[in-house]
C-alpha cells in the first residue's frame, strides 16, 4: 500500500485490507485532524483500503 | 460506506450528528450553514465592496469561491480579494499563486499587499527575535488588511476563520483573561464603530475546519496545504490539539463551545467609553497614542540596528 501524508511518502507495513480509521491511528493522527482519499477519493475513516491502493492523508489545521 | 442523505458514496462522517455525507450533500450542507449566516448576522446588509483575505490556504479560497458562489449574481455587490505576503519565502510565495489562480478564474479583483512595504518581513524578523512571531505577524498583517480596505473602500472584510479558529481563540482569550478581545471577535464586526476601522465579518464561522477542508477537495479548489514554518511557536497549537481530542471523545463538544461564545458574546457587557483614537506615527486607528503596529516597528527597528 503507498501511503501519503500531505504528498510525502510514509512508509507503512500494512498486510491485507484495513480501515481507513485504523489507518489514521496506525500513522499517528485523528479523525478529526486529516481527510483520507483513496485512489485519489475522498473516503470517510469507516471504508477500507486495500494493499494495491493509495491512501492519501491530508492534514486539516497546517496553516499558521 | 453510503451517503445518509442518498445513495451516492460518503465522503465524511459528521459524528455530532451521525450522519454519512456525500459531496453533493456536504457541499449543500455547507452552502446552506454559510448562506444562513450571512443572512442571520447581516454581513453584507447596506454593503456594496466586500474584501475578501485571502492567503491561498484552504479556508480563505473556500470563503472566496463560496462567496462567488452564493453572491457573485448580486450585481450590486463587489468582491474583491486581498492577499497580504508576510514575506515567508517557501510559503507565502506560493500560496499567492493559489490565491492568484483562484481569483483570476473566478474574475474578481485581486490585490496584494506586502510586509516589505509597510512591516517588517517575517523571516527577517525572525533572524532577530525567535519568540512569538504570531503576535508580530498578526498585528502586521491587521494593520495592513485595514489599510488595504481604507485604500479600496471597502464596506467590509471577509475573514476565513471557521468554526475551529473561532471557540480556539475564544479559549485562548479566556486563557489570557482578555474579555475584550472576546467581543471584538464577533461573526459580524466588533465593539467599536468607527469609519478608520473596516468591519470583519466571518463567513465561515459555523463551519467546522475539517469540512471546510472536505468542501474544498470536493469542489476541486486547489489550495496551498503547506505549514507556516514558524506556526509551532503558537499557543494555538496545544488549544487545537485539546479541542480535537476533546471532539474525538464527546462529538458535537466543538458546536457546544462555539453557542457558548456565541451567548457570552450576546450578554457581554462592554465598556461603554470605549473610542478610537489616531495613531501619531501613522494616522491609523488606535486604542492608544501610538498603534500597537508602530510601536513594535519602532521596537524591532531599534533592535536590528535601524
Known sequence: MLVYVDGQRRQCKIDGKIKVSDLIVRLG??????IAKVNG????????????????LIRVSTGG | MKCSEC???????????????CSKHLSRLVEKRVGASIREYGMIEGRKR??????????????LYLLHKLLGKDRRLKLIAITVDEGIKGY???????????AKSLGIEHHIYKFTDYAIPMDRLMKHKKTDPCSYCGVFRRWILNKAAGELKLDALAIGHNLDDIIQTFLMNMMRNEPLRIARFTPNGGIIESEAFVS?????????????MAYALCNNIDFHNGE????????????REFLNNMEEKYPGVKFRVLNSYL????????????????????????????????????????????
Open chain 2, 228 to 239: 507556516c514554518p514558524y506556526a509551532a511557536y503558537a499557543l494555538r497549537n496545544p488549544v
Open chain 2, 50 to 63: 466586500i474584501g475578501v483575505a485571502v492567503s491561498g490556504g484552504k479556508d480563505s479560497l473556500t470563503m
Open chain 2, 92 to 102: 507565502r510565495d506560493v500560496s499567492i499563486r493559489n490565491a492568484r489562480r483562484l
Open chain 1, 41 to 56: 477519493k475522498v473516503v470517510t475513516e469507516y471504508d477500507y483500503a486495500e494493499p494495491s491502493d493509495r491512501v492519501d
Open chain 2, 263 to 306: 451567548s457570552v458574546l450576546k450578554n457581554m457587557k462592554v465598556p461603554e467609553n470605549l473610542t478610537t483614537r489616531t495613531c501619531i506615527t501613522c494616522g491609523g486607528p488606535s486604542s492608544t497614542e501610538q498603534c500597537k503596529r508602530c510601536i513594535l516597528l519602532d521596537k524591532l527597528k531599534k533592535q536590528m540596528g535601524h
Open chain 2, 200 to 212: 470583519r465579518i466571518r463567513p465561515l464561522f459555523s463551519i467546522p475546519e475539517r469540512e471546510v
Open chain 1, 29 to 34: 493522527f485523528t479523525r478529526e485532524t486529516v
Open chain 2, 7 to 21: 445513495n451516492n458514496e460518503a465522503v465524511i462522517y459528521l459524528s455530532y450528528s451521525q450522519k454519512f455525507l
